[in-house]
């Protein structure tokens, strides 16, 4: 069963913080080749945040220095800790394969960020 749960979403000052939490299907996809996505209404979707070959992390300009990525293996889960929130971030967010995405995208979690 392909399964993408996000989850850890909800309404935040800005300045706040909130933690995404992602549960990965196992047997589907690869948890190291994970990353975090974002749409904005009106826009297109957006990676913000993956881990690369090598064990290291992308971040996108607009997220860097605030945004930390980060998986438990064992869980099969992945995380985005969002710090230093702004209204620009309200987004649904999403997690899936990266950079390229797979056809399966879960429900997302709603993020809103108030001024």
């Known amino acids: 069963q392909v399964q993408l749960v996000e989850s850890g979403g909800g309404l935040v000052e800005a300045g706040g913080s909130l933690r995404l939490s992602c549960e990965v299907s196992?047997?589907?996809?690869?948890?190291?080749?994970m990353g975090w996505y974002r749409q904005a209404p009106g826009k297109q979707r957006e990676l913000v945040a993956r881990?690369?070959?090598?064990?290291?992390?992308y971040y996108a300009d607009p997220v860097k220095g605030r945004f930390t990525i980060s998986k438990i293996n064992a869980k099969n889960t992945v995380y985005l800790q969002m710090d230093s929130l702004k209204p620009e971030d309200t987004a649904v967010y999403y997690c899936?394969?990266?950079?390229?995405?797979?056809?399966?995208w879960g429900q997302g979690t709603q993020v809103t960020v108030s001024s």
């Open positions: 196992r047997t589907f996809f690869i948890i190291n080749a």
């Open positions: 881990f690369t070959t090598g064990g290291s992390t």
């Open positions: 899936n394969a990266a950079p390229k995405p797979s056809q399966y």
